[in-house]
């Protein structure tokens, strides 16, 4: 099993992360059930985390998982992504360009483009509104 790296994250991105985790979570759930057992099943068997858990510790990880799915195809990771992770598809291009920075592997940039467009939704929907 490989270790993830442990994140200093701030408050926002946690909780950037943790709105993420659900929007996708609820996506998968609802329109991919198949997928998310298969993405389970990997993701568990190889970091010890379901999919979802584990793009919320370590979001580099679990685009991993997707390109292992995919076969490596680097499009239809950033489509898939694009799907998964609406709120930020819906940004416009700023965050378009943060799933390019993850699925190039940049995730400092990723997490620091979308704590940025979505801190105040995030919030609101951490504290029920």
Partial sequence: MEGTKVMRLSEDTRIVLAYLQNVMEERLRKHMPGLLISLNMYAYSRYGKYATQLFASSPKSFVDVIRVYFRGNDDMVRRMLRYLLKPLEDAGDTGR??????????????????????????????KGG
């Fill in 97 to 126: 360009r943060a799933i390019d920075a993850l699925v190039s592997g940049n995730e400092d940039e990723f997490l620091r483009l979308s704590t940025k467009l979505l801190k105040d939704k995030a919030k609101k929907w951490f």
